[in-house]
């Protein structure tokens, strides 16, 4: 798929499907073109398996009759991707409408993505957000969301996934999707694979999530906007410390002393301060720290 601009697209690739179909006395024949098996177009091995997920299946797509015997796959207006392993083609007489031949065919190609990068070189997600009327904290933050949670990349590298997996949406190991690693609640198909959705998706999440961090700040005014956005990010992280960063110790809004980052070789994981048994989790407010290190 063309993953567009800040201002334009993405849009799905033009694939032409052509028949070639052999009939004594070569009536003028019509065309018919299925694209999918068992009621689906494409298949996503990647997609969530919840049972509230609400990823929906695109279904077959059917050309219905032509007078040609080619045609371009007419995409719906969503844009997604995935595997697809079959097309059905099928040929009747113009004169009688007698179908003559109906034949499925196995068939692999992929609907894939792509860099967010633009010809020149700008990252394209950073001059998507420029589009989007933030304020100032807003897009601090959510360019260092983007580089924190997929270093600004909505699908996986070319080089480094697997198989069947090269350029699908990335996906976490808790089921986050795309740039913004979306997870609570389940993005949609369309969030899954249209970066920009996924990015207007993480953009209602993070402005919840600092309405949030500043009603818990408020209690005790006088924070810095750096507390703020830290507070922030750790809300829409989660984590297991509750998507907290701050206490407050009786005169100032601290890091919660309770913690400490750094473990398993990543500053992203912390653990009880003073207890070597802890467990070695993701800590929000390590989520945090890492994130504010990558603003700009």
């Known amino acids: 798929m063309n993953m567009g601009t800040g201002t334009t697209g993405p849009t799905m690739p033009a694939v032409n499907l052509k028949a070639t179909v052999s009939c004594p ?98 990252p394209t997600l950073g001059s998507y957000l420029g589009t989007k009327g933030l304020d100032q904290q807003m897009l601090i933050m959510a360019k260092a969301i983007a580089r924190s949670e997929t270093n600004t990349t909505h699908f996986e590298p070319k080089k480094t996934a697997t198989t069947f997996h090269k350029r699908y949406p990335k996906r976490s190991f808790d089921n986050g999707y795309g740039v913004f690693q979306l997870t609570n609640p389940i993005p949609t198909r369309e969030q899954i694979w249209n970066w920009k959705k996924n990015t207007d998706a993480a953009l209602i999440l993070l402005a919840t999530n600092r309405q949030a961090a500043k009603a818990k700040l ?24 509750g998507g907290n960063y701050h206490v407050w110790n009786g005169s100032a809004w601290i890091e919660d002393p309770d913690y400490v980052c750094g473990c398993d070789n990543t ?18 407010q390590c989520y945090a720290n890492v994130t504010h290190r990558l603003e700009y």
Not at 34 to 58: R, W
């Open 25 to 122: 006395g070569t009536p003028e024949l019509e065309y018919r073109f299925m694209v999918g098996n068992d009621g689906k177009a494409l298949e996503y091995e990647n997609k969530p398996k919840s049972p509230s997920a609400n990823y929906i299946d695109p279904p077959t797509i059917d050309s219905g009759w032509l007078a040609a015997s080619d045609w371009n796959i007419d995409w719906d207006a969503d844009i997604y991707g995935g595997h697809v392993t079959h097309v059905t083609v099928c040929a009747r007489r113009k004169s009688d409408k007698k179908v003559i031949s109906s034949q499925k065919f196995a068939r692999d190609f992929w609907i894939l993505g792509g860099a967010l990068y633009e010809a020149n070189g700008t």
């Open 267 to 284: 500053m992203r994981k912390g653990k009880k301060k003073n207890d070597p048994s802890a467990p070695c989790l993701y800590l929000s």
């Open 218 to 241: 408020d209690q005790h005014p006088g924070y810095t906007n750096v507390q703020l956005r830290l507070e922030t990010y750790a809300k829409y992280n989660g984590g297991n410390t």
